[in-house]
């Protein structure tokens, strides 16, 4: 049974971790070998999770667990009602683990008074969040002013 918990920064290595080995197991067939190299690095730090997910009150990243091991994580930023991240272990795909996140970020959102969560997603997740009653709204680019383009879809859904 999936456990969830609270992130804290001294879950952030195993964060990055994750969100690589997944972006690289699941983004192949979207993204360039250089996109991947921006959004996946083969070998993640800490740094690669920003500490404001930590400290600014807004954010709310949770950890999910496996028998003790963290095997996913996501996380919201209330101040935009953007759910930010989800992202599971290639090893622990398709056992639910992902849902459980959304669905638990969607609660704290209900809680905290969001009416709508927004989702910049990678392309190789818009399917995922459709299942779970997201609508694709536009193209957006997650790189950055100084890096290659890296092709996302805006979703959303509606909370009340």
Known sequence: M?????ASPEDAAVMARIQSASLRENGEEYYTDEQLALLAPAEPDAEAIPEDEFTDDS???IIAELDGETVGWGSIHLKENVLAATFVDPDYTGQGIGRTIV???ETLARQEGVE?????ASLNAVGFY????YEK???????GPETPEIPSIELTKQLS
């Open 137 to 143: 709204q536009r193209e957006i680019d997650a790189g």
């Open 116 to 120: 709508e969560l927004i989702v910049p």
């Open 59 to 61: 954010c709310r990243p």
């Open 2 to 6: 999936v456990s969830l918990r609270e």
């Open 130 to 133: 459709e299942k779970l009653g």
């Open 103 to 105: 669905e638990e970020l």
